[in-house]
């Protein structure tokens, strides 16, 4: 049975010092590959290093809606020219979206960089891993406003059926995380319960977004088997029917070719 963590920022300082060991943890725990996006520019060539060092630690590389008041002139250009040279190493483009939970005075320049790296993965025809905060209407109109057809991941997702089919019918797996270890997340753990297994990825968002019961604790990717777990008690189908649909779906939609 083989796990994949979807999004995990193992290049972030609460993990970085510990990389190897937290590696080897989540190895014991069944994952066997995981998805390292970038938040920021500084962060892009760090992790096309780390992806060089091992081969099962996948990248996306973008901005952060977080960042996006401090992205730099010459960021995109970057980024171009990263998906032009290092296109193998590169299995979406993200973290991108909109963050509308922020400041107001940031949302003009966040839809000018989500609309500007949403066109860069329709170019180089990369999925996207898609932040979302009080935004998934204009996350949807956006991708619908480019006719974007590559798919990816909706990262975090919390929400109803009828929020998620809206990104599953436009080629999107939703990234499901420890919301589901929560009772008060009755929404989005019914949403799993009802949505066909071939809409789902696993992730866990480590080192942020704990479990129930571990708040207060820094996230890890071990920390997936508890999110497996918590999503098989959600499912009529059998546990290896589950790990090897949500493998197959994280490959499918990251074009990692066969399992």
Known sequence: MKLFDTHCHLDLPELAAAQQSHWQVAQQAGVSALVIPAVQQSAWQNLL???????YWHVALGIHPWWAAKHSSDALVELDKLLTTHSSAIVAVGEIGLDYALDEATFAIQQQLFTMQLALAKQHGKPVVLHHRKSQPQLLAELKQQQFGEGGILHAFSGSQQQGMAFVDLGFKLG???????????KTRNTVRKLPLECFVLETDAPAMPLAGYQGVVNTPAQLALVFDAFCQLRPEPRLQIAAQLWQNSMNVLRLGAA
Do not use: K
């Open 176 to 186: 499901i995380g420890g919301t589901i270890t929560y009772d008060r997340a009755e």
């Open 49 to 55: 290093s780390l992806h060089q060092q091992h081969s």
